[in-house]
């Protein structure tokens, strides 16, 4: 998968939709941390590698003072290649 970039692909609008269908009885607030620039998230971002993307949002993670999990990956099964990988905010989907 080296010669393979990721991408940073905007999944907002579709997650906006979910949360408002799913929570229609629920406060939903968003919380955009304040972090420096070139630590943030960019649409269009290119890595290298997944190790890249994940030390990438790590380290933004902690910047920003939460930490990531992965969520869920997706694979193509005949090439044997990851397609997609999902990282999320450890806290997610969790209600307090």
Do not use: H
């Not at 998968?1 to 968003?30: A, C, H, P, Q, Y």
């Not at 420096?36 to 030390?55: H, I």
Request: one cysteine or more; hydrophobic letters at 30%; charged letters at 40%.
């Amino acid at each position: 998968m080296d010669d393979t970039n990721m991408v940073i692909e905007d999944t907002s609008e579709r997650l906006g939709d979910k949360l408002w269908k799913s929570s229609s009885d629920f406060d939903i607030s968003v919380y955009t941390p304040d972090v420096r620039d070139d630590y943030k998230p960019k649409l269009g971002q290119e890595f290298a590698s997944l190790v890249d993307v994940y030390e990438f949002y790590n380290r933004y993670a902690k910047e920003a003072r939460f930490s990531v999990r992965s969520n869920s990956t997706r694979k193509n099964r005949a090439r044997n290649e990851i397609v997609r990988k999902e990282y999320v905010c450890s806290k997610e989907g969790k209600i307090s």
